[in-house]
Protein backbone atom coordinates (compact mmCIF):
# COMPACT_ATOMS: atom_id res chain seq x y z
CA UNK A 1 0.00 0.00 0.00
CA UNK A 2 1.31 3.21 -1.05
CA UNK A 3 0.88 6.05 1.65
CA UNK A 4 1.06 9.56 0.31
CA UNK A 5 1.77 12.47 2.15
CA UNK A 6 0.85 16.21 -0.01
CA UNK A 7 2.63 19.27 1.13
CA UNK A 8 3.63 22.96 0.16
CA UNK A 9 0.44 24.71 0.05
CA UNK A 10 0.29 28.58 1.80
CA UNK A 11 -1.41 31.53 1.44
CA UNK A 12 -0.39 33.32 -1.76
CA UNK A 13 -1.55 36.41 -3.44
CA UNK A 14 -3.69 36.19 -7.04
CA UNK A 15 -0.87 36.02 -9.92
CA UNK A 16 1.55 34.54 -7.47
CA UNK A 17 2.84 31.05 -7.50
CA UNK A 18 3.65 27.77 -5.24
CA UNK A 19 4.89 24.60 -5.62
CA UNK A 20 3.67 21.41 -4.23
CA UNK A 21 5.17 18.18 -3.27
CA UNK A 22 3.54 14.77 -3.05
CA UNK A 23 6.09 11.90 -1.04
CA UNK A 24 5.05 8.22 -1.77
CA UNK A 25 6.58 5.40 0.16
CA UNK A 26 6.62 1.98 -1.71
CA UNK A 27 9.28 0.97 -4.36
CA UNK A 28 5.63 0.73 -6.40
CA UNK A 29 5.64 4.42 -7.38
CA UNK A 30 7.62 4.51 -10.49
CA UNK A 31 4.94 1.93 -11.80
CA UNK A 32 1.84 4.58 -11.36
CA UNK A 33 0.64 7.19 -13.79
CA UNK A 34 0.39 10.01 -10.87
CA UNK A 35 -2.12 12.42 -10.55
CA UNK A 36 -3.09 16.03 -8.49
CA UNK A 37 -6.53 16.59 -7.48
CA UNK A 38 -8.22 19.41 -5.69
CA UNK A 39 -11.61 19.52 -3.13
CA UNK A 40 -12.73 23.59 -2.87
CA UNK A 41 -15.20 23.81 0.00
CA UNK A 42 -18.74 22.88 -0.88
CA UNK A 43 -17.67 21.20 -4.06
CA UNK A 44 -16.50 17.97 -5.41
CA UNK A 45 -12.84 16.96 -5.70
CA UNK A 46 -11.50 17.32 -9.15
CA UNK A 47 -9.02 16.25 -10.94
CA UNK A 48 -6.64 18.61 -12.42
CA UNK A 49 -2.92 16.98 -13.76
CA UNK A 50 -1.95 13.53 -14.29
CA UNK A 51 1.71 12.09 -15.47
CA UNK A 52 2.44 8.87 -17.11
CA UNK A 53 5.09 6.66 -15.07
CA UNK A 54 7.99 7.81 -16.63
CA UNK A 55 6.87 11.72 -16.30
CA UNK A 56 6.89 12.24 -20.43
CA UNK A 57 3.03 12.12 -20.73
CA UNK A 58 1.09 14.64 -18.88
CA UNK A 59 -2.82 15.88 -18.75
CA UNK A 60 -3.78 18.91 -17.72
CA UNK A 61 -7.84 20.20 -16.70
CA UNK A 62 -8.64 23.29 -18.75
CA UNK A 63 -8.96 25.25 -15.87
CA UNK A 64 -5.06 25.32 -15.16
CA UNK A 65 -3.75 24.48 -18.56
CA UNK A 66 -1.03 27.00 -19.31
CA UNK A 67 -0.30 27.81 -15.60
CA UNK A 68 0.41 24.44 -13.51
CA UNK A 69 3.16 22.01 -14.38
CA UNK A 70 3.07 18.46 -13.12
CA UNK A 71 6.50 16.81 -13.04
CA UNK A 72 7.78 13.32 -11.25
CA UNK A 73 11.01 12.29 -9.96
CA UNK A 74 10.89 8.47 -9.50
CA UNK A 75 14.00 8.09 -7.81
CA UNK A 76 12.79 10.58 -5.09
CA UNK A 77 9.35 8.80 -4.99
CA UNK A 78 7.70 12.08 -5.51
CA UNK A 79 5.61 13.64 -7.56
CA UNK A 80 5.29 17.83 -7.86
CA UNK A 81 2.86 20.23 -9.25
CA UNK A 82 4.21 23.76 -10.01
CA UNK A 83 1.31 26.24 -9.62
CA UNK A 84 1.87 29.97 -11.04
CA UNK A 85 -0.57 32.72 -12.05
CA UNK A 86 -2.75 31.50 -9.33
CA UNK A 87 -6.66 32.71 -8.89
CA UNK A 88 -8.59 32.51 -6.37
CA UNK A 89 -10.74 30.24 -7.91
CA UNK A 90 -7.65 28.04 -7.01
CA UNK A 91 -8.04 27.96 -3.87
CA UNK A 92 -8.79 24.51 -2.49
CA UNK A 93 -7.40 21.51 -0.49
CA UNK A 94 -4.68 19.76 -2.82
CA UNK A 95 -4.16 15.70 -2.83
CA UNK A 96 -2.05 13.56 -5.02
CA UNK A 97 -3.31 9.84 -5.63
CA UNK A 98 -2.17 7.32 -8.18
CA UNK A 99 -4.44 6.71 -11.14
CA UNK A 100 -5.22 4.38 -13.78
CA UNK A 101 -3.80 6.80 -16.41
CA UNK A 102 -2.23 10.15 -16.80
CA UNK A 103 -5.68 11.38 -18.09
CA UNK A 104 -7.68 10.64 -14.87
CA UNK A 105 -9.60 8.03 -13.66
CA UNK A 106 -10.25 6.68 -10.35
CA UNK A 107 -8.07 6.57 -7.56
CA UNK A 108 -6.03 4.07 -7.05
CA UNK A 109 -4.60 4.58 -3.18
CA UNK A 110 -5.93 6.08 -0.19
CA UNK A 111 -6.00 9.54 0.18
CA UNK A 112 -3.36 11.83 2.41
CA UNK A 113 -4.16 14.67 4.11
CA UNK A 114 -4.07 16.86 1.52
CA UNK A 115 -2.33 20.55 1.50
CA UNK A 116 -4.57 23.49 1.69
CA UNK A 117 -3.84 26.46 -0.75
CA UNK A 118 -5.77 29.90 -0.69
CA UNK A 119 -4.96 32.11 -2.77
CA UNK A 120 -5.92 35.75 -2.01
CA UNK A 121 -7.81 38.20 -4.75
Known amino acids: QVQLVESGGGLVQAGGSLGLSCAAS????????MGWFRQAPGKEREFVAGINWSGGNTYYAASVKGRFTISRDNAKNTVYLQMNSLKPEDTAVYYC??????????????WGQGTQVTVSS
Open 26 to 33: GRTFSRYA
Open 97 to 110: NLVPSYTGGAPLGS
